[in-house]
């Protein structure tokens, strides 16, 4: 008979000044806002990016931005809700672009593996490239970073991405692809954003992107409550753990984790178009 050991109860990592968190979903985390604003800020998190991924869930991250100084927010319906994107939707989402909380269109992107585990309840992969060419439309006319979400469809992604026009950034939210695509997609000038199962142990090929990457094309996000980094993977996410990550990716590039941190830092306003006091 196995007994289960009990999940150890995440705590942040040594406190790094000048952190960021470039995608996490603060209204899925469970407790107050505030505290979750306030615990990451103990833990050294500058500026954390919320991600809306249906139309409620956006509204709930402009409120949020609104709320607090240091919160952005990104505004767009999921792939796998593709579906929602009705004309109702589209002139909101149209409207919470122009909105100067709202930093990045997204998350949008494609998702293949609900369609295979739940169709019934998922977009079909056309509606899905239709919502995403949108999206990319909206981030142009916006003058916004598109922010995706790529789910078991690098394929289609990057030819989706290469036949629309480009808009003044990509990020790919929760980088999970193959040394090969995250190649193509530095050279084609992308923003990989990491996520904390870059510190997983097999995940040796991500941290070899984390590696060779151009430290101006790089994020790290929590995407909380999931994807809890290493030494607490399963356990309940939120962004104060932010910097078992920015950790990581200090290591494999054999970098001050401070340093790291104030790089990222500046990628974050770049990107996000975000000014400091
Ligand atoms: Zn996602
Ligand atoms: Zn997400």
């Known amino acids: 008979m196995s007994k289960k050991k009990p999940r150890p109860i995440p705590v942040p990592a040594q406190f790094i000044p000048g952190l960021i968190d470039a995608h996490t979903h603060l209204a899925s985390c469970g407790g107050d806002l505030a505290g979750l604003v306030e615990r990451a800020k103990e833990a050294g998190v500058e500026k954390l990016c919320t991600v ?7 509204e709930l991250a402009l409120e949020a931005a609104q709320q607090f ?6 505004c767009a319906i999921h792939p796998t809700k593709a579906h929602q994107l009705d004309e109702a939707a589209r002139a909101r989402l149209t409207e919470m672009a122009a909105d100067p909380n709202c930093v990045a269109i997204g998350e949008t992107g494609l998702d293949t593996y609900w369609i295979t585990h739940d169709p019934e309840n ?14 990319v439309d909206l981030a142009i006319s916006a003058d916004k970073p598109l922010m995706i979400h790529n789910r078991e469809a690098d394929a289609d992604l990057m030819r989706v991405l290469a036949d629309a026009p480009a808009p003044k950034d990509t990020i790919l939210h929760c980088f999970s692809s193959p040394l090969e695509m995250a190649k193509e997609a530095l050279d084609r ?3 990989l954003s990491f996520a904390g199962n870059v510190t997983f142990k097999r995940n040796e090929e991500l941290r070899e992107a984390a590696r060779i990457a151009p430290i101006s094309q790089i994020l790290i996000e929590t995407d909380a409550p999931y994807m809890t980094p290493e030494p607490f993977r399963g356990s309940r996410n939120e962004p104060s753990l932010i910097g078992h990550t920015a950790l990581c990716i200090a290591e494999v590039r054999g970098m001050a984790v401070e340093d790291v941190a104030a790089a990222l830092n500046e990628n974050f306003d770049r990107v996000y178009g975000v000014t400091n006091p």
């Open 52 to 58: 809306g991924d249906g139309l409620a869930e956006a």
């Open 69 to 74: 100084g240091n919160v952005f927010a990104a």
């Open 122 to 135: 998922t977009a079909a992969l056309d509606v899905q490239e239709e919502a995403l060419c949108w999206h």
């Open 189 to 191: 000038g992308y923003v």
